[in-house]
């Protein structure tokens, strides 16, 4: 199975998880309310980092969670780990196989946290270390760079905010995702010639905001991993403290503004990229405003809820990074000097 593959596999993979283990993330829940947790402390990297950037939004504005992010290194290499009384311990990881977030769980059992473990290997180091664990069921996954495993990541981090929120509507809005992103990949072959313009780009930035900050730092990780291109991503707040001074005529700015409450902030900066400083706009959208400023838009279907926009967003960013690479005539199987699986300490 190729990456492309992979990526069109996604809307099975996200109706299989939402069928399967929604009793799960109802007991996850119920752990979380029982421990009285006050905070979350969550370790990732790669991908799944940015997963924990999603939770960070979701968590944090639907169940009004505070999340901090883990330095593993404190753990490892420092020996130092910070006190972690009264948090929820989090580790998520593709394959539950990486030291440095294993220690991370670890210390928080040994602290007397509690701890959860969202990985696609229930039967990993990772999961093992954890009190709960929550499995993706993603399949196996061939292509190095992470499409399904990712998206059913963030798939479980939103079923368990629906679980702790308790509310009925959630659930009939993510059952809704699957079709979403069917109705993203028929522009498939669009985005396929929509990359051939971009086959000479050497580097760009991504900018995201709110629940696709996120989105955001996938998306350049994608086409880092993949294209070998500088992107760099940002908040469209940050990019205006200091940032912005890259761009001028044609550079190259990629962008996700879906509707929601950061839409307006979104559109101002995308106005004044195109009006005042020229810049080549790619830009993943349901907004009519913002993809007629875009040289290259892509349309999100209509009425997905901010909050599950980077489900669906995110596949757009995945199809437009395959293409590119196919166009560069690099091979999506085999990107130059990483493996599918990475332990660091």
Not at 196 to 214: D, E, I, P, S
Not at 235 to 254: E, K, N, R, T, Y
Not at 270 to 282: D, F, G, I, P, S
Request: charge should be negative.
């Amino acid at each position: 199975m190729s990456l492309h593959d992979e990526i069109r596999e996604q809307p099975q993979c996200l109706k299989g998880l939402l069928e399967n283990q929604r009793r799960q993330a109802e007991e996850i829940a119920a752990a979380i309310r029982a421990r009285g947790v006050n905070y979350v402390f969550l370790a990732a990297r790669g991908t799944s980092d940015n997963a924990g950037r999603y939770a960070n939004y979701l968590w944090g504005a639907r169940n009004h969670l505070p999340i901090a992010l883990a330095t593993p290194s404190l753990f490892t290499y420092y020996a130092q780990p910070p006190r972690l009384e009264g948090a929820l311990v989090v580790g998520v990881s593709q394959s539950g196989k990486s030291p440095d977030i294993v220690s991370v769980l670890e210390e928080g059992r040994r602290q007397g946290c509690l701890t959860l473990t969202v990985t696609n290997a229930p039967d990993s180091p990772l999961a093992q270390a954890a009190d709960l664990v929550f499995d993706i069921q993603a399949g196996q996954e061939k292509a190095v760079a992470a499409t399904k495993t990712y998206t059913t990541e963030l798939m479980a981090l939103a079923m368990i905010s629906a679980a702790l929120r308790g509310e009925e509507q959630d659930w009939q809005e993510l059952a809704r995702v699957p079709k979403w992103i069917e109705t993203l990949l028929e522009q498939d072959a669009d985005i396929e010639r929509m990359a051939q313009r971009y086959r000479y780009m050497g580097q760009c930035v991504v900018l995201g905001r709110g629940f696709n900050y996120a989105t955001a730092f996938e998306w350049a990780l994608k086409l880092k991993e993949l294209t070998y291109i500088i992107a760099e991503p940002y908040s469209s707040a940050d990019f205006q403290h200091g940032p912005i001074a890259m761009v001028a005529g044609g550079f190259p700015v990629l962008a996700v503004a879906p509707q929601g409450r950061v839409f307006d902030s979104m559109l101002e900066m995308l106005t004044r990229l195109r009006e005042q400083q020229n810049a080549e706009l790619v830009v993943i959208s349901d907004d009519e405003r913002v993809l007629r400023l875009a040289q290259s838009a892509i349309r999100l279907p209509a009425g997905v809820p901010e909050w599950l926009t980077p489900l669906v967003s995110i596949v757009a960013g995945q199809l437009f990074a395959c293409h590119l690479t196919r166009a560069k005539g690099y091979n999506t199987e085999s990107p130059r000097s990483i493996t599918k699986v990475t332990e660091t300490h």
